[in-house]
């Protein structure tokens, strides 16, 4: 049993397991945004999260954590990080990075500290964020440095950042010096940008190094949850800005989640780097971080939600979940993400195969439908000049993916199931090859559509009813010609839910937490 059930009984339960996924991470009770300190320590995969565990709703921030030894089978683990010091009374432990020196787990976050009534008019804000180190011996139980914070507020005041806004360390290692990417603003708050600092030591000192990229003017005001990675030979700077501009522009939410790739230079802390690109053109993808597996893969982890849209299963004691982990490469100065490899092994169930199949009318296969389940096809392009495929359908409820000749590629949760306050369609104009291939993750209350070999991802939470289990194959115009289908039932990746049958109440926090939410 974990430490943390007995510890407080009020954590919020799930009471339903509708929208619940079997293979996604998603956090035992409560609520989850960003990934955290993704990394292998010591023969494992470490899996952080930003998780408030008293409400399905965002609160002062602990660090959830799950462990894996094979990055489909996750196990969940007592919460890492409380916010219990003074520097993190406002929103608490804020995200991070995690980083192994001398055998011990360094998890680098964000102290997210709340100003008082006087520093806030003071200053003109009501919160100031600093960078804090917690370690660990075990990989489980974590001690806050006495150094904490170990980035302030002094260290940029005179170097264009914003004090209020400096978060999201994601700290590496580069010939024997650490580094740390963080998300900022200018005070104006008018440009997202990413700072550097560097350390010769990781625990007791950090400098300044340079703003090393920013917004020109169309990359929004802010920018979160900065990433750096190697991939293919080439700089990855992954990142999530906000305040982004929505009317018109290539982007729909005023958040979005992408890369820049170009190169770093080490002397000047500057980072050269071409256009912005989506990491996921879907609807719910947000804040990933990314990590080095042994054999040298850049793998991510999404959040697979947005802020400020309807996440119904808050219902049912629980919000949130990630996305499956995705391998990065970089090809032609372009970014793409495929599953990774591992995820096979939950195919636990013998897989149907369909080969060279031409259909003229609205069709389903055998045993190809469900909630949890993985879909790999190759489709003959040029002979299907428009067709749909219906996801969690039933009489009343589908999803729907539209693909015609000309490229363009819709996905629609109009119908899904129930109303999401926010946009229901996207579509996405593809380079017209001869072969599409689709392959599709499906998971309760999660949609992953992987597009010819990852050029494009898309991704959206949907609310179905549990019966809507049908997938349903449409030809729009003449025939649907399918090379190939593969359909894998896929196994419980994480521990099923505890099903409890009443939600606490704010009533039931822990006084200290009363008012919280
Ligand atoms: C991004 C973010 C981070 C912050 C965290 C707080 O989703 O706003 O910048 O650290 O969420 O939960």
């Given at each position: 049993?974990?430490?943390?059930?007995?510890?407080?009984?009020a954590f919020s339960q799930v009471t339903d397991a509708r929208w619940y996924?079997?293979?996604?991470?998603a956090p035992p009770f409560g609520w989850?945004?960003?990934?955290?300190?993704?990394?292998?320590?010591?023969?494992?995969?470490?899996?952080?999260?930003?998780?408030?565990?008293y409400a399905p709703a965002?609160?002062?921030?602990?660090?959830?954590?799950?462990?894996?030894?094979?990055?489909?089978?996750?196990?969940?683990?007592?919460?890492?990080?409380?916010?219990?010091?003074?520097?993190?009374?406002?929103?608490?432990?804020?995200?991070?990075?995690?980083?192994?020196?001398?055998?011990?787990?360094?998890?680098?976050?964000?102290?997210?500290?709340?100003?008082?009534?006087?520093?806030?008019?003071?200053?003109?804000?009501?919160?100031?964020?600093?960078?804090?180190?917690?370690?660990?011996?075990?990989?489980?139980?974590?001690?806050?440095?006495?150094?904490?914070?170990?980035?302030?507020?002094?260290?940029?005041?005179?170097?264009?950042?914003?004090?209020?806004?400096?978060?999201?360390?994601?700290?590496?290692?580069?010939?024997?010096?650490?580094?740390?990417?963080?998300?900022?603003?200018?005070?104006?708050?008018?440009?997202?940008?990413?700072?550097?600092?560097?350390?010769?030591?990781?625990?007791?000192?950090?400098?300044?190094?340079?703003?090393?990229?920013?917004?020109?003017?169309?990359?929004?005001?802010?920018?979160?949850?900065?990433?750096?990675?190697?991939?293919?030979?080439?700089?990855?700077?992954?990142?999530?800005?906000?305040?982004?501009?929505?009317?018109?522009?290539?982007?729909?939410?005023?958040?979005?989640?992408?890369?820049?790739?170009?190169?770093?230079?080490?002397?000047?802390?500057?980072?050269?780097?071409?256009?912005?690109?989506?990491?996921?053109?879907?609807?719910?993808?947000?804040?990933?971080?990314?990590?080095?597996?042994?054999?040298?893969?850049?793998?991510?982890?999404?959040?697979?939600?947005?802020?400020?849209?309807?996440m119904h299963e808050t219902k049912d004691g629980w919000a949130?979940?990630?996305?499956?982990?995705?391998?990065?490469?970089?090809?032609?100065?372009?970014?793409?993400?495929?599953?990774?490899?591992?995820?096979?092994?939950?195919?636990?169930?013998?897989?149907?195969?369909?080969?060279?199949?031409?259909?003229?009318?609205?069709?389903?296969?055998?045993?190809?439908?469900?909630?949890?389940?993985?879909?790999?096809?190759?489709?003959?392009?040029?002979?299907?000049?428009?067709?749909?495929?219906?996801?969690?359908?039933?009489?009343?409820?589908?999803?729907?993916?539209?693909?015609?000749?000309?490229?363009?590629?819709?996905?629609?949760?109009?119908?899904?199931?129930?109303?999401?306050?926010?946009?229901?369609?996207?579509?996405?104009?593809?380079?017209?090859?001869?072969?599409?291939?689709?392959?599709?993750?499906?998971?309760r209350s999660?949609?992953?559509?992987?597009?010819?070999?990852?050029?494009?991802?898309?991704?959206?939470?949907?609310y179905?009813?549990r019966?809507?289990?049908?997938?349903?194959?449409?030809?729009?115009?003449?025939?649907?010609?399918?090379?190939?289908?593969?359909?894998?039932?896929?196994?419980?990746?994480?521990?099923h839910p505890h099903i409890k049958d009443t939600i606490p109440t704010?009533?039931d926090?822990?006084?200290?937490?009363?008012?919280?939410?």
């Amino acid at each position: 049993m974990p430490e943390q059930i007995s510890e407080i009984k009020a954590f919020s339960q799930v009471t339903d397991a509708r929208w619940y996924p079997r293979y996604h991470l998603a956090p035992p009770f409560g609520w989850c945004n960003d990934p955290n300190g993704m990394c292998f320590y010591k023969g494992q995969y470490h899996f952080f999260y930003q998780h408030y565990p008293y409400a399905p709703a965002w609160g002062p921030m602990h660090w959830g954590h799950a462990v894996s030894d094979d990055l489909a089978y996750w196990k969940h683990l007592p919460i890492a990080l409380k916010p219990d010091q003074p520097y993190e009374t406002g929103g608490g432990c804020f995200s991070g990075s995690a980083i192994e020196k001398d055998g011990k787990l360094y998890l680098m976050y964000t102290g997210h500290l709340q100003a008082t009534p006087e520093e806030a008019e003071a200053v003109g804000f009501p919160h100031i964020e600093f960078q804090c180190l917690a370690h660990s011996e075990d990989g489980v139980h974590f001690e806050k440095s006495e150094k904490n914070p170990v980035i302030e507020d002094a260290d940029v005041m005179d170097k264009d950042v914003s004090i209020h806004d400096i978060r999201d360390p994601k700290v590496w290692v580069h010939n024997g010096k650490y580094y740390a990417v963080l998300g900022s603003r200018t005070p104006d708050m008018a440009h997202g940008q990413i700072i550097l600092f560097e350390s010769k030591d990781l625990v007791k000192s950090w400098r300044f190094k340079a703003i090393s990229a920013r917004s020109d003017g169309t990359l929004g005001g802010m920018w979160e949850c900065p990433n750096f990675a190697e991939i293919d030979g080439q700089d990855v700077l992954i990142f999530s800005p906000m305040d982004l501009p929505t009317d018109g522009g290539i982007f729909c939410h005023d958040k979005a989640a992408g890369v820049l790739i170009g190169k770093l230079n080490y002397r000047s802390g500057l980072f050269t780097h071409g256009d912005f690109q989506f990491l996921d053109r879907g609807f719910d993808f947000y804040a990933p971080q990314v990590m080095e597996t042994p054999d040298g893969r850049s793998v991510i982890i999404g959040w697979l939600d947005m802020w400020n849209v309807d996440m119904h299963e808050t219902k049912d004691g629980w919000a949130g979940q990630m996305t499956i982990p995705r391998e990065l490469h970089v090809k032609d100065g372009k970014i793409f993400s495929t599953p990774v490899k591992e995820l096979e092994k939950l195919r636990k169930w013998k897989p149907i195969i369909l080969e060279n199949v031409v259909i003229d009318e609205a069709t389903t296969f055998d045993g190809v439908a469900g909630e949890a389940y993985e879909l790999v096809l190759t489709i003959d392009a040029a002979k299907s000049k428009k067709f749909s495929i219906a996801l969690r359908a039933s009489e009343l409820e589908q999803t729907v993916l539209t693909y015609n000749s000309n490229g363009t590629f819709k996905f629609d949760r109009t119908k899904s199931g129930e109303p999401i306050n926010f946009q229901s369609e996207r579509e996405i104009q593809l380079e017209p090859q001869d072969k599409l291939k689709l392959h599709i993750f499906i998971d309760r209350s999660s949609v992953e559509v992987f597009i010819n070999d990852g050029a494009e991802v898309i991704s959206a939470r949907i609310y179905p009813k549990r019966t809507s289990q049908k997938v349903i194959f449409v030809p729009e115009d003449e025939t649907l010609s399918i090379d190939s289908l593969e359909y894998y039932k896929l196994d419980f990746g994480l521990p099923h839910p505890h099903i409890k049958d009443t939600i606490p109440t704010k009533d039931d926090l822990p006084p200290i937490l009363q008012g919280a939410i």
